[in-house]
Each structure stands twice: as C-alpha cells, then as structure tokens.
C-alpha cells in the first residue's frame, strides 16, 4: 500500500504499538497491519485515563519473541492453504497436537504440521474449519474480508444494581484477554478477585511471570475446588459488581451457573470468547486475530500473522471500556465479547486485501515508516515501564 494511503497518526500508533516489529518475517523487514487497531487501543486506553503505547507488544516483550512470519511469533500458529483458500490453525498445547491423527483423521507423521498442512491442502476450507471446531481445535478460515454477521460486542439488559464507588470485580479469565481487560479496571480503582480452578489453573502461569505478575499485581488471588466449592464460587458472584469470565457457557452451565440468572439478581457479566457466546469455537489470539480479518500479505501473496496474538490486547482493551460503562449503569448487564468480532470491526471492507506498509531500514538496526508527514520509528516490543 502506498504510504500516503495511510494517515500519520495511524502509522505512528502501529509505529509506537510495538506490532510492527513483530509482524513479518525474520530476515525481511516489518509490516504494518492493515486496519486502525492500534489507533483504538490508544484512544480507548486514553477513554480509561491511561496511556501504555507499547501495549500490543508487551507479552513478546517479557517472553523475548521476535517476528517469524509464516509463523506466529511463538511458534504455535500458521495459516495454510486448502482448496479453495486459507486455514489458520493452533496447535499450542498438548492435547491439540495429540488431537492431529483425529483431526487427519490418519495416523500423524512425524511433524504434525507437515501432516495438518497435506491434510488442508487436500480439503476445502469450510469442511477443514467444521472438523476443526467438531474436535475443538483453535483456529478456523482466514477470511478474504473482515466478518460483519454481529457486533463485537452486545449488551443485554437482565436486571438491576446499585452503584459502587469502588467496585468489586471477580476475574474467572485466564490467559491475556480477559486478564488484560480485570488488570485495566484494576488500574481504575477496582478491586479485583481473580478465581482459580484447582484443577485448572490459568495456564498463563506456565508462561512468562514477568508477564503474568504484570497483569494480577494487587489481585488478590482464590483458588477453588470446582467440584466442592461451587457454593463459594457462588457467594463470590453474588457479592460482585462484575463477573469476568471466558469459557463458553456450557463450561459454567455444567456447575450449574447461568450467566442469566446471576445478571438477574444484581450483578453484572461480561464473557470473552472467540466468537461469541453463540459459538462453540476455541481460539488463542492468533488464530481469533486471523478469523478476524487481522492479517498481513507477504510478498508471495500468502497471509501471514499480524503481531503478536493481537485478538487478545483489542478485545481485553475494549471489554475493559464497556465493563467499565456497565458498572457506572444501574443496570446489570450480560456483556457478550466476541474477540474475532472486535478485531473485525478494527479493519476496513478492503483493508486485508491490500499491500502493508513496509518500514525501511534506518542507523543502528532501527526501522522507519514514512506516512508523509514525517518519518517515524517503529519501536520494538518494550516492558512497562520501558517506555
């Protein structure tokens, strides 16, 4: 895309974001996302009285990941071609790559992604993302425009509540979305109670501290049986001003919690999920990123990862200002927050389509954007307080 195409001030918000340097491959130079994500962030984090420019880079910062386009920056994402067009697929934990031979449906050859990616090419893109979402693998089709089938985020009004100057926020989330969104309301004077399933804890813990300490510092922190405990689970709900949670609704359903009937008696919920609470799609914030339009094209024209897991950052940015709106309302609401959505709504009808903005190589290994109004520097991930 021709860089009078983008304006300054978006192309020094994705300068500044910290995505930029991670998005491309590893020996060529960075690209810039296509759509306003950035600029969002920035003004809705400004709407929440802070300013964190580096915000969209700071996971890579604390796990020291760099660009690796086709990949994604940690490894565990790629984007392959079918029949007739693209599947981004996840294959983060454990289970998902023991989950190959199913997938496949054969036996798995040596590198799981050398068999899914013979199995995608061999197969069209709707039946590859039905298989995906029947064995509940993250990941699903790239599509050639941002989807528009919903809003990325829906409120519904249940009941009733009353105001408090210093609410109280019961964090079920796990991973970065939902921690990122509780971490900002935190900042904002809430009091936050992030809740733990002894038997599932946040996987987030087996990642990077640094990263993690920086999203729950100040929480206090519960962990409950969820086989015995689920009264207490319940008393904390009840005595909430906000659930924050981002399993999908049959988890908590199985526990005999409804989402409905908690909002019914005074407290308000918000859910993230990757499609919404409708969908029984899984994500991560790569491949929800990717089935949100969130992609850049690489000089061969194949799609590759935008930064680092970037679904994750917007929605947790944007469900922080809606809860924040929820809980200065005398309503209580049921918030629904779909990540693929959100990142959808960052991006224009065309903007995947088009060619990314390439930095040039600047003094000192730095890398420039010239917007036409000024060369900026495209800043790499950096840790709060690296600012």
């Not at 509940?136 to 941002?146: A, M, N, R, T, Y």
């Not at 049959?250 to 499609?275: C, K, M, N, P, Y």
């Not at 040039?360 to 109004?373: E, F, I, K, N």
Request: hydrophobic share 40%.
């Amino acid at each position: 895309m021709p860089s009078s195409e983008r304006g300054p001030d978006e192309c020094a918000d994705w300068a500044a974001s910290g995505a930029v340097w991670l998005t491309g491959r590893p020996d060529g130079p960075p690209l810039v996302p296509p759509g306003r994500a950035a600029t969002l962030v920035r003004e809705n984090l400004a709407d929440l009285g802070l300013s964190i420019p580096g915000l969209l880079g700071e996971r890579a910062a604390y796990a020291g990941l760099r660009r690796r386009a086709p990949w994604s920056c940690g490894g565990a994402f790629r984007i392959l071609p079918t029949l007739d067009g693209w599947l981004g697929v996840s294959l983060s934990r454990q289970s998902d790559v023991e989950l190959v031979p199913a997938l496949v449906e054969a036996r798995a050859g040596r590198d799981p992604w050398e068999t899914v990616a013979a199995w995608a090419a061999g197969t069209q893109g709707a039946a590859a993302e039905e298989r995906l979402r029947l064995l509940g693998l993250p990941g699903g089709l790239v599509p050639d425009s941002p989807p528009r089938d919903r809003p990325g985020i829906t409120t519904t009004v249940l009941g009733a509540r009353r105001i408090r100057d210093a609410p109280l926020v019961i964090d079920l989330t796990s991973m970065w979305a939902g921690p990122l969104c509780a971490h900002l309301l935190g900042l904002g004077g809430a009091r936050v109670i992030k809740v733990e399933s002894a038997g599932r804890p946040d996987g987030a813990r087996s990642g990077t501290p640094g990263f993690f300490s920086l999203l729950h510092a100040g929480h206090q922190q519960v962990t409950l049986d969820f086989r015995t405990e689920v009264p207490r689970l319940r008393e904390l709900m009840a005595s909430a001003d906000l659930v924050l949670e981002s399993s999908r609704p049959r988890a908590l359903r199985q526990l005999g919690i409804l989402a409905e009937d908690v909002v019914a008696r005074g407290t308000s919920w918000l859910s993230i999920t990757a499609g919404g609470r409708d969908s029984d799609a899984v994500g991560f914030g790569d491949d929800v990123a990717a089935g949100g339009g969130l992609v850049v094209c690489l000089e061969d024209g194949q799609p590759a990862p935008a930064g680092d897991a970037l679904a994750d950052p917007i929605a947790g940015v944007m469900a922080a200002v809606a809860a924040r709106r929820t809980l200065a309302s005398e309503d209580a609401c049921l918030v629904d927050v779909s990540m693929r959505h959100v990142v959808a709504e960052t991006i224009d009808a065309h903007g995947t389509a088009e060619p990314p903005l390439t930095a040039v190589p600047g003094p000192d290994d730095s890398w420039w954007l010239d917007p036409g109004a000024g060369r900026v520097r495209v800043e790499p991930p950096r840790r709060r307080g690296h600012l």
